[in-house]
C-alpha cells in the first residue's frame, strides 16, 4: 500500500541552527501538506504546496520557513535559525485533492 | 475561524462495548471531515472519510456520521477491543478547496480494558 514517508524519525538541534525535514509523498498525489504537533497540543495546518507552489499557509508559516520540491519525489519543510518553540513533531502530508489526506510517521524536532 | 472540538477528553471502557466519539466544528461550510487514530508518538492513520454531502461511511467496526448543519459527527465504534486504544482526531477541511488545509480537534483519548 502506497504511503508518506519522512526522514529522519527524530532530529535534535542546536537553537539558532537551520534544520530540514524530508517527506517523499504518495506519488500520484498533486497536493503535499505540513502540519506540526507540539506536545499535547493539536495538530496545526502550515502550508500546502501544489503545481509547486506554496497554495496556503497559515499564520505560523513566517519567513522562517520554506517548502521546496526539489525533485520528482521529495519535498523539504526548512526552518532557518531554529527556536526552542519550534519543538515538535513535523508532519508530511499527501492528497489528490480534495479527498483523503495520508500522512506521514512524522519527525521529532527536538531544539536544544 | 474554523474551531473543532472532540468530547470527551478520554475515555475508558471495557473491552466488548460500543462507543461513540463526539466531534463538533463552528463552521458548517466544509467540504469534508477525516477521522483519524494516532498512537503515542506515531502518524496519524486516516480511518473515515466523509464528504460533505454524505451522512455516513463504514469500515469494519466503525461508523461516522455527518450533520453538516449542525456542526457535528460521530464516530461509532462496535465492539471495541484493546487493540483500539489510541487517540481519535476529527479533522475538518473548509470549503475553499483542495489546498486548505485540515483543521483538527484536540482528540479523544481512548483506552480499552482488557
Known amino acids: 500500500e502506497p504511503e508518506v514517508t519522512q526522514t529522519p524519525s527524530h532530529q535534535v538541534t542546536q537553537m539558532g541552527q537551520e534544520v530540514i525535514l524530508r517527506c517523499v509523498p504518495i506519488?500520484?498525489?498533486?497536493?503535499f501538506y505540513w502540519y506540526r504537533q507540539i506536545l499535547g497540543q493539536k495538530v496545526e495546518f502550515l502550508v500546502s504546496f501544489y503545481n509547486n507552489e506554496i497554495s496556503e499557509k497559515s499564520e505560523i508559516f513566517d519567513d522562517q520557513f520554506s517548502v521546496e520540491r526539489p525533485d520528482g519525489s521529495n519535498f523539504t519543510l526548512k526552518i532557518r535559525s531554529t527556536k526552542l518553540e519550534d519543538s515538535a513533531m513535523y508532519f508530511c502530508?499527501?492528497?489528490?485533492?480534495?479527498?483523503?489526506?495520508?500522512f506521514g510517521q512524522g519527525t521529532r524536532l527536538t531544539v536544544v | 475561524k474554523q474551531e473543532v472540538t472532540q468530547i470527551p477528553a478520554a475515555l475508558s471502557v471495557p473491552e466488548g462495548e460500543n462507543l461513540v466519539l463526539n466531534c463538533s466544528f463552528t463552521d458548517s461550510a466544509i467540504y469534508n471531515l477525516q477521522w483519524f487514530r494516532q498512537d503515542p508518538g506515531k502518524g496519524l492513520t486516516s480511518l473515515l472519510l466523509?464528504?460533505?454531502?454524505?451522512r455516513e461511511q463504514t469500515s469494519g467496526r466503525l461508523n461516522a456520521s455527518l450533520d453538516k448543519s449542525s456542526g457535528r459527527s460521530t464516530l461509532y465504534i462496535a465492539a471495541s477491543q484493546p487493540g483500539d486504544s489510541a487517540t481519535y482526531l476529527c479533522?475538518?477541511?473548509?470549503?475553499?478547496?483542495?489546498?486548505?488545509?485540515?483543521?483538527f480537534g484536540k482528540g479523544t483519548h481512548l483506552i480499552i480494558q482488557p
Open positions: 466523509i464528504q460533505s454531502s454524505q
Open positions: 506519488s500520484n498525489h498533486l497536493y
Open positions: 479533522a475538518v477541511i473548509s470549503s475553499g478547496g483542495g489546498a486548505d488545509g485540515l483543521t
Open positions: 502530508a499527501s492528497s489528490s485533492g480534495l479527498s483523503e489526506a495520508f
